[in-house]
């Protein structure tokens, strides 16, 4: 699949599969002073059998946002601005329950924990910090690789049966591209360990500036373990991630820049940056994870 293909994509401003992720339907909670929330995670959104790391982080802000803002309404500006994710378990798409807890409510700094559950067990938990959106220009920022705004003629798609599509289904829900002179692994050679791609949402999850954001949260986890220019493939359990949410993206493409400091031998950190079309840096992530079982 070449970028020039999009002209024809079906999608329409209805099309909004990443809403469907978000859309959580309360039930009654299980113990006192908590919410608890149903919803659906499609196999859209999973790598290889199991759900995507980063969309079960934004499907579980959304949930403690939902919980926040039912216990205050006052509260409706703030933003989920920081996420610690745990990963227990790894869930198998369909239907799942997410479980909210308050920890704080001021009026700078709200605090919130939520577990996502499936099966009746805690799979991912996640503590959240809430605060106000940057609205302004920043001060600084600090320069990173120069990269187009959009994906050019000859960047890899994820569509169903191609070499990433097959394993990583996101592009079945999204607009997703991997850039190729990043991407060495590809041709089975070997290069810096540091990979960058695009990702559009469709147009009715852009439509939605709430939804926009939490898909700029999960896009924060969209690239592949920069180890593998390394030669290291295979899953890379994730030990530890944290997602900052800096700002709600403009409507567009979504540039991604995984970099990484050290791969050590049993692991390695991958620092993701995700920029919008203006060039604003509207999310950001870091995580430690498990070097790959494949190894050179």
């Not at 939902?66 to 205050?72: G, V």
């Not at 920029?275 to 840096?281: L, Q």
Request: charged share 20%; aromatic share 8%.
């Amino acid at each position: 699949m070449t970028t020039e293909s999009l002209a024809g994509s079906p999608a329409t401003t209805t099309d909004a599969p990443f809403s469907r992720v978000c859309a959580l339907t309360e039930t009654t909670a299980t113990a006192p002073d908590t919410g608890r929330y149903a919803g659906v995670i499609d196999d859209i959104w999973t790598i290889g059998k199991k759900v995507h790391g980063g969309t079960m982080v934004a499907a579980s802000a959304a949930a403690a946002a939902n919980w926040l803002r039912a216990r205050d309404p006052a509260l409706a500006e703030m933003a989920p601005v920081a996420a610690s994710s745990d990963f227990l378990g790894a869930p198998d798409a369909g239907p799942v329950e997410y479980e909210v807890r308050i920890r704080k409510i001021g009026r700078q700094i709200c605090l919130a924990d939520t577990t996502l559950i499936q099966g009746e067990r805690g799979l991912v938990r996640t503590a959240f910090t809430f605060s106000r959106l940057d609205d302004a220009e920043p001060v600084h920022v600090a320069a990173f690789e120069e990269m187009p705004t959009e994906p050019p003629a000859d960047a890899i798609g994820y569509e169903d049966g191609s070499q990433m599509g097959s394993i990583v289904h996101v592009g079945r829900g999204a607009d997703l591209f991997l850039d190729r002179a990043w991407s060495p692994f590809l041709a089975g050679e070997r290069g810096e360990p540091r990979l960058r791609l695009w990702i559009r949402p469709r147009p009715g999850d852009q439509a939605d500036p709430e939804v926009a954001a939490y898909f700029a949260m999960m896009a924060a986890d969209m690239s592949p373990p920069v180890p593998m220019n390394l030669g290291h493939f295979g899953w890379a359990p994730t030990v530890q991630m944290t997602t900052y949410l800096r700002r709600r993206p403009a409507p567009g493409w979504l540039r991604v820049i995984a970099t990484t400091r050290e791969v050590g031998n049993r692991m390695f950190d991958e620092d993701q940056l995700v920029i919008d079309a203006t060039g604003a840096v509207v999310a950001q992530s870091r995580q430690l994870a498990l070097i790959p079982a494949g190894r050179p």
